[in-house]
């Protein structure tokens, strides 16, 4: 730990209902684009970059290790360290929930919260960029809150306890958006690969699990017939 790791936050003991109110207060701010850091109280990563999400310096340093088997880094300062109750490591939804858990259970201790971005929220992010004079936005992984009905009481505990209010869901999210605007599943053949550039409005992957798109106009064998694959390839495919 370095001095200025000593200076408030990290050498300081968070309550629960602190580090309640700070998720909320960081969801809320990601709804106030006009809010500067400054005037927010934290670094706000939009503020900085223009776009959050991965950025650089979050991946260069795994990549040496894991790709390149980088072995000299820097010696390990020892003095001044702090011992925690619980390091977690991966500040995404998994990460906040188990250090939410064991602080709910073990009030008084010392979590430390490690990651490579400069943000909590890991796949659950949105970016955010200005085009002109003209805010936009859009969810750079998880966006939705898929099939609550079958989450833990854990998991509905958790939700609850963040003040998410899963009967509003209904009226928040378009559900018919996709239908409306005869959005559907399709696939992208690329010309490097099977030498065309074509789209067949036909899902070799589905999403219509668990987004309410539009029906495709093809079926299995129209779809087939479309792809550009060898005779062969598209007998094996149906």
């Excluded at 909320?24 to 959050?52: E, M, Q, Y």
């Excluded at 399709?186 to 065309?196: A, L, M, N, P, Q």
């Excluded at 093809?218 to 149906?238: F, H, N, R, T």
């Amino acid at each position: 730990m370095t001095d200025s790791d000593e200076k408030p936050g990290l050498n300081h003991l968070i309550k629960r209902r602190d580090f309640v109110a700070g998720m909320s207060a960081v969801a809320a701010s990601s709804f106030l684009p006009d809010v500067t850091a400054r005037d927010a109280g934290f670094i706000n990563p939009p503020k900085l970059t223009g776009l959050r999400g991965g950025h650089p310096g979050a991946i260069e340093v795994a990549h040496q290790l894991g790709r390149f088997g980088r072995t000299d880094w820097s010696p390990i300062r020892t003095d001044n360290s702090i011992t925690y109750d619980l390091v977690v490591v991966g500040a995404g939804l998994s990460g906040l929930a188990a250090a939410f858990f064991y602080r709910q259970e073990n009030p008084t201790a010392k979590i430390l919260i490690l990651d490579n971005h400069d943000d909590f929220g890991g796949h659950a992010k949105r970016n955010e960029f200005w085009l002109k004079d003209r805010l936009v936005l859009s969810h750079g992984g998880s966006q939705t809150l898929q099939e609550p009905s079958g989450y833990s009481e854990e998991s509905l505990g958790l939700l609850r306890d963040l003040g998410v209010n899963l009967g509003e869901l209904k009226e928040a999210f378009d559900q018919t958006f996709f239908q409306r605007h005869g959005l559907t599943d399709s696939t992208y053949f690329d010309k490097k690969t099977f030498g065309v550039d074509q789209i067949v409005r036909f899902a070799l992957a589905s999403y219509s699990n668990f987004l309410p798109l539009h029906p495709s106009p093809l079926d299995a064998i129209e779809a087939v017939k479309q792809i550009p694959l060898g005779a062969q390839a598209k007998s094996e495919l149906l």
